[in-house]
């Protein structure tokens, strides 16, 4: 037979401070200061996020907005910068496989980022089947819905609110990315969005949301462009047009005008937001 082992009380006293009522344990004192410093500062600099976050500023003058918007539209139209901006674009097209992946029931597994703009989100789960139509259908749209429900954002006075959600976004994307290219292109992203938050002016946040929000709802419209074009030449069998193609029996084509219309109605209606009168 083995031996049963029973716990017995210790016998060990602990003294109680008056002032804290906390236990004086030798050797652990030392670093209450310091953790007490570290989460009152911590919380300090979250309520102040939380009240830059949760009030409204005034919009940037109609000649910003505009002028944001032909920056954004440069940066869309003109190659050599557009292939570097572009990761922006896919790093909300996959995060929109993701969010979909997982409002479906799907299990999300990783997702990866590349040098060349491309991505991969993968994914768990029926290999046919509503889900997968919706996870693979999300892609493509992704980047011109955030921009949409960012122009919401700004038309509510929360530009500032908008920059910080989208650190959020960033920072919970981060927890799945699964490559070293991925980690880079989020997290230089999450940190100059979060010095624009930090130490700009409220009038120059204000303008870079803006810019953001335009970069999000023209960028979301090129990839589609370029998908067509990449089908035409036979170099994008596995795109997800074709994937939903095949999985749906409607062909690929059509799931590309899908997508043109689903980004240039964001854009459109973004659009008027963005210059219409504030709510």
Not at 104 to 133: F, N
Not at 153 to 180: E, S, T
Not at 257 to 274: D, R
Request: glycine content about 10%.
């Amino acid at each position: 037979m083995g031996r049963a082992v029973v716990a017995l009380p210790s016998r060990t006293h602990s003294r109680t401070s008056p002032r804290s009522g906390a236990a004086d344990v030798p050797g652990v004192t030392w670093w209450n200061g310091p953790v007490d410093d570290f989460l009152a500062t911590t919380g300090a600099v979250l309520a102040q996020i939380w009240t830059a976050a949760t009030t409204p500023v005034d919009p940037p003058d109609r000649t910003v907005v505009l002028a944001a918007a032909l920056v954004a539209l440069a940066v869309v139209l003109v190659t050599p910068v557009w292939r570097v901006a572009r990761h922006v674009v896919t790093i909300a097209h996959e995060g929109a496989h993701a969010v979909a992946a997982m409002l479906t029931g799907r299990r999300l597994d990783g997702i990866r980022l590349h040098s060349d703009t491309s991505g991969l989100t993968v994914t768990a789960g029926r290999p046919r089947g509503v889900g997968m139509v919706l996870t693979a259908f999300a892609g493509y749209v992704g980047p011109g819905l955030v921009g949409l429900g960012a122009a919401w954002l700004l038309r509510a006075g929360y530009a500032v609110g908008l920059l910080w959600l989208l650190v959020v976004l960033l920072a919970l994307l981060l927890l799945k990315i699964r490559n070293w290219f991925g980690l880079w292109s989020v997290l230089v992203s999450g940190a100059a969005l979060v010095g624009v938050s930090w130490w700009l002016e409220p009038a120059a946040q204000s303008t870079v949301a803006y810019a953001v929000t335009w970069f999000l709802l023209l960028g979301s419209v090129r990839p589609v462009l370029e998908l067509q074009s990449q089908r035409s030449r036979g170099r994008a069998r596995t795109s997800d047009a074709d994937q939903l193609g095949r999985l749906t029996g409607v062909p690929g084509i059509v799931w590309v005008v899908v997508f043109a219309l689903v980004t240039l109605t964001c854009l459109v209606v973004g659009a008027g937001w963005i210059l219409g009168p504030a709510v």
